[in-house]
């Protein structure tokens, strides 16, 4: 079974049969939101909204625990995370679609680990390359067989938000390494990592980030929404060709 995390502008498959909702429980609380099963191309799918139905939860308010936690314990065998991000590269513009190879983390405050409370290990994982191997190339072939222009490899920097950074903290993020900037990355892919379930980020660039490009006075969100709704029409033709081959 495929998981499909949607992100910002993504609330939804539109060529998902839908079979049924579930409403799903876990020793970490409700996840955002129910899963919805679907057929998509012959396989079997399950999708969840990361920020909820009605896009009501923060970044920082997710409980990314419980939503790693349900699609595992549904019997999911790979997680395709779609990712609404910031432009900080020269090839990381509005409307290119990425699939990055690394993180780095901002974030603070947030429930980390599945590994901690009383009579808890203390549990060591790698994370040297924080997405799956496989499901990135998987990714990559069906942008490919899909006819869409993909940016192989990227530097994810996940911030706390919900405020988008300033000019300063974006310099700072690309003396860093990174080249992408987002807010719900972490820590989606180090948990899942911890429960050894494949995962990969399928991101989609909205916006220049603070100081670059068109945002290099004020970033003006108006101008967010047309891009976004143009790459998530791509990210679905992706979703599909990966289905197809899956079944296949």
Known sequence: MLAIIGGSGLSNLENLHITRRQVLRT??????????????????IVFLARHGN??????????????????KDLGVKEVIAVNSVGGISAN????????????????HGRRH???????????HIDFTWPFDRATREALLESADAAGQSVEDGGVYAATNGPRLESAAEIARIERDGGTLVGMT????????RELSLPYAMLAVVANWAAGKGDSAQQIVLEDIVAILD???????RIIEHRASRLAA
Do not use: C
């Not at 680990?113 to 549990?123: L, R, S, W």
């Not at 990355?185 to 899942?192: D, F, I, N």
């Not at 143009?230 to 679905?236: N, Q, Y």
């Open 27 to 44: 020793p970490y609380g409700e996840p955002s939101s129910p899963a919805t099963f679907g057929q998509l191309g012959g396989v079997e």
């Open 54 to 71: 009605g896009h009501t939860l923060a970044p920082h308010e997710i409980n990314y625990r419980a939503n790693i936690w349900a699609l």
């Open 92 to 107: 990381a513009g509005p409307g290119q679609l990425i699939v990055p190879d690394q993180i780095i983390d901002y974030t």
């Open 113 to 123: 680990t599945f590994h901690e409370g009383a009579g808890q290990p203390v549990v």
């Open 185 to 192: 990355g972490m820590p989606e892919a180090s948990l899942a």
């Open 230 to 236: 143009a790459g998530l029409i791509k990210v679905r």
